[in-house]
């Protein structure tokens, strides 16, 4: 609003005289001729008036005044109407900061007037001396406003308690802001969120002032989040694909950069930031507060619970979720622990999982916490035998006085399925990962699914118990998995060269002969696809190759031969060319382009 | 590695018998085993990039299984 506003009051009003000479090429000078032409007396009466531009031009212009001439004034009121509308539209907030200043205004005035007139004799209060000083301010008090009202509440309790009950009504000119908070059910989850400040002492400055302020705050901060979106948004471009609920998570979010502990986020987020914004404008919203507050807020928990539940499995076309499910599962599968896990179904642990995984991936930096927390977390998970996240942690919440912080950002999580953290650590993979997660997430699933029912058997033991284990293929054939020391070796040999440092700890291991395990399975798989496929009832060298050439681990620069001589011991190698076929083949293959090779390898296969 | 048995082959012949429900030809298992290898420097190159992304020392049983389903699907024919 502000530049439409001012080359017009400028211009006529520095005199016509200017105009021609004035030399700011471009835009501005285009409108410029349209004003001077007009009579100088005609633009200075119209200048002090000019809020919406549109208006100026429609009835200065000489061109526009013609066109409107044949118009009559029924349509010239409705265009006036429409433009109102369009510039209400377009600038949402105008029109309440307006409101809210000379809301502020007023009881001011009276405040002042009744100040006046109460104590003529009293002695002045000391604090009472800000709110004058930040009443003269005006209308730069977004930032300061909060200590400001605190200074106004003071001063208030001070004075009497007349003067307050008029401060109330001045604030939101009615007693709407208590009908929102009932409709909230605001009352359970405000004690806990007294219960919370206790507990994390880290914000006092939030508790201050604030008690008075809760009734009259409660509606309007929850308004404002949406304003506050695009700026937020920019840490995650998941939060894009969910345009439908952007209105949602801001709250969520804007609790979490400011304090872990809000246990109900938006009352408690909007609090500290915006109250003052939206303070005169109670009456303007409410209608709309009202519904969304019925409506909205309970579902969009539900909504948040219900991605949860539904997994990766929906199709809420949420790609940036799905793939954080996906990929966090594994996560969250290492850090809790097993028995609850072991009788749930698959999909129920990865239900119960989502919930957690953030966690643990938040909190990566630091080791020390992890095993009680983990031990905590899934025991509570117990109790309620996972069935429904919601209720689940806020039972938690309740019960465990220790872990308020853990749970409280747990349930943050979970509702908002975006902290700051876990987006950033998010934002790190590439959208291909994320692909190819989610692609083979239903394998992956099923697997962990297996693990765990492997695991729970097994418990925390170390590998010797895997080694001890026969397992028994899908076909029924039993077989022992690698032993571990080799496993171990070999991992540590490509963790060196990969530039990790230290010794791979037991779990680790354990994680890559399940890994190994399964990496079997999926090639056996493969293989005998392949195999049948050819009708054969034995799994070839072809069939091998063709996998290594489908894996992209062979092309035609890098040769089986070449990565054979690159990675296995001369025995292997002397093995592979002791048969006089294989490396005549590999040899072909190495110089000829990879077509004469298949028919090739056929061939040496034969003979 | 040299000097040492590099790895078992027979194992390696009844994992994948078992999984595949097939017969294995001769050294097959030897191409497997490579590609095994490859497999295990992938999923160690991963998990190293994930824990120094996730701030550990060294690799852990979290960066592994979070890189593993990744570098199953890579190996995925």
Known sequence: MADPNNPPSRTPLKSSSQIPVRTTPGVPTLPRPAYTPGPGGAARAYTPGARTPRGLLISNTPSNANAHANLTPHVRAAYRAIDSRRAAILTPHHARRRSLREARETPRNFLLQLGKVLAPKSERIPSSSSSPGSALSGGSRNNNGQGTEEGDTSEELTFDISTRSRYGDDDDDEELPKRPRLSLGLGAPEEDWEDDDDADLPQPHRSAGLEDLTENFTVQSIELPRRVDPERDGHGSRMRDSMGRLSDFPQLQQQSDGIDSGFFPPTAGAFDDDDDDEFGNAEDRIPDEFSRLDSDDPTRRRETIGHLEGGGGMGMGLLGRDSDFHIEVPVGMDESTTTTFMIASPTRQFEVEQGQAAEPVARGGQGGGFAELMDRRSDSYDDDDGNDIGPTTFDDYENNDDGMDLDNNQDDQDQAAGSDEEMTRLSGYTPTTAMRVSLSAAAARERLGRFFREEGGEGRGGFSKIKATKKISKHGIEYTSLPPAMVKRLAQTFAKTSGAKGNISPEALKAIMQASDWFFEQLGDDLSAYAKHAHRKTIDMSDILTLMKRQRQTNAQTTPFALAQRYLPRELLQELRMTPPVPVKKRRKATASSSRTGAGGEDEEVT | ?77
């Open chain 2, 1 to 77: 590695m040299p000097g040492r048995k590099a790895y078992p082959r027979a194992t390696v012949k009844k994992i994948v018998k078992a999984h595949a429900n097939c017969n294995v030809s001769k050294n097959v298992d030897i191409m497997i085993y490579l590609d095994y290898v490859l497999f295990m420097q992938t999923l160690m190159k991963e998990a190293t990039i994930e824990a120094k992304q996730g701030g550990e020392r060294g690799i852990t049983g979290r960066s592994v299984k979070k890189v593993t389903a990744d570098t199953l699907a890579k190996f995925k024919g």
